[in-house]
């Protein structure tokens, strides 16, 4: 051990009288404040350990730190995942930035649009499936015209692919979704197994037929979508 630049042996050296460390004196120094050799050997230990445990923390701090920890599920048969990737089995519009302030009568609030995308886009790329939660809140569209398939502002899936969205469940009992521009407000496409329900929904509906408007609605199911369930809407 080496305490102040002192070298200490483990085993007495031949010829020499053999002290117990608690009589042996350390002047203090650094972060070692004990004035005898065995306490100012302790308080090195505790240092260590203390040193080891922030490590760990600061480790499991960061943000693939839910990676590290392991999860099993009750029951006969379950199998060892980690924390991190039961989590993400589950993901809310919040975690991607959306925001429930939408004022109705105002017609103030945030544009969750980009938002709610990206959360859906992030559950099309789990393997298996992905259940994309609405907090309760009012989320707001946005007012832009949509830019997607079919002028669509929100999509689950795409125009282009089958089986572009599966396995995929959108819940948002106590939420409350407003379209902000005419058009097609969500659009499910190319989607196989997906389900859609408790969100009470606001916007655009129906315009003449031949009209630009005759396709504006609040969610639109086509581009060979198969299995669709939407349900406890209003």
């Not at 975690?95 to 886009?121: E, K, L, M, Y």
Request: glycine letters at 14%.
């Amino acid at each position: 051990n080496d305490i102040n630049g002192h070298v200490f042996h483990d085993t007495p050296i031949v010829g020499t009288t053999v002290h117990a460390a608690s009589v042996i004196t350390n002047t203090p120094a650094g972060n070692i404040s004990s004035i005898n050799v065995q306490a100012a050997l302790n308080e090195l230990d505790t240092e260590k350990a203390t040193a080891a445990l922030y490590n760990t923390s600061m480790v499991l701090a960061a943000s693939s730190g839910s990676s590290l920890v392991g999860y099993l599920p009750a029951g006969t048969g379950a199998v060892v995942t980690t924390v991190q990737e039961k989590l993400r089995q589950t993901v809310s519009v919040v975690d991607f930035g959306a925001v429930g302030d939408f004022n109705p009568s105002t017609g103030i609030g945030t544009d969750s649009r980009a938002a709610i995308q990206a959360a859906f886009t992030y559950a099309m790329s789990v393997v298996g499936g992905c259940k994309v939660v609405f907090p309760a809140g009012r989320y707001y569209g946005g007012a832009a015209v949509g830019a997607g398939d079919g002028g669509t502002q929100i999509i689950l899936g795409t125009a282009y692919a089958t089986n572009a969205a599966v396995n995929i469940f959108v819940e948002g009992y106590g939420a409350e979704l407003y379209q902000g521009a005419a058009g097609r407000f969500v659009g499910i496409f190319g989607a196989n197994r997906v389900k859609w329900s408790g969100l009470k929904m606001f916007g655009y509906c129906g315009g003449i037929l031949g009209s630009a408007r005759q396709n504006d609605c609040l969610i639109s199911v086509n581009y060979n979508s198969t299995n669709v369930l939407i349900e406890d809407n209003y």
